[in-house]
């Protein structure tokens, strides 16, 4: 599995790793408006959630249960945001969104919204070590 992946340059260019989890990298989006992980499964090829196994689907959603429970210890948030869009990007990738009433996009979706405020660099390497202690593995 792997051996065969290969990370989306648009996914790599705008999040940075937290952690190999057993199916997926976990990765933070660098927008400091917003708590944003990514979980990007390594399967090769894999653009839709049909595309995978069961028992990697299964281990998707275990990962996505951890990385959401992860957000809430880490971030003060009212809602959590969760999909598996892929119109820009299509490598499979699902978006787990920690949201408030008072960020900059609320009501409406975090993407297309305004301009990415990059964390600096001391608070995301932070972020980084506390979400790693939480993340799947």
Request: cysteine-free; overall charge neutral.
């Amino acid at each position: 599995m792997a051996d065969a992946f290969s990370l989306d340059p648009r996914l790599a260019a705008d999040s940075v790793l937290v952690a190999d989890g057993p199916l997926s990298q976990l990765r933070l989006v660098d927008d400091a408006r917003f708590p944003w992980l990514l979980l990007v499964p390594r399967v090769a090829g894999a653009v839709e959630w049909v595309d995978l196994d069961g028992g990697h689907q299964r281990l998707l959603l275990a990962e996505i249960n951890q990385t959401a429970r992860a957000l809430r210890e880490v971030a003060d948030v009212q809602k959590l945001n969760i999909g598996a869009l892929g119109n820009v990007v299509p490598q499979l990738h699902v978006h787990v969104v920690g949201r408030r009433s008072d960020d900059d996009a609320w009501p409406g979706p975090v993407w297309g919204s305004g301009r990415a405020r990059p964390y600096p660099a001391a608070a995301r390497d932070a972020l980084v070590a506390r979400i790693r202690g939480l993340a799947p593995a």
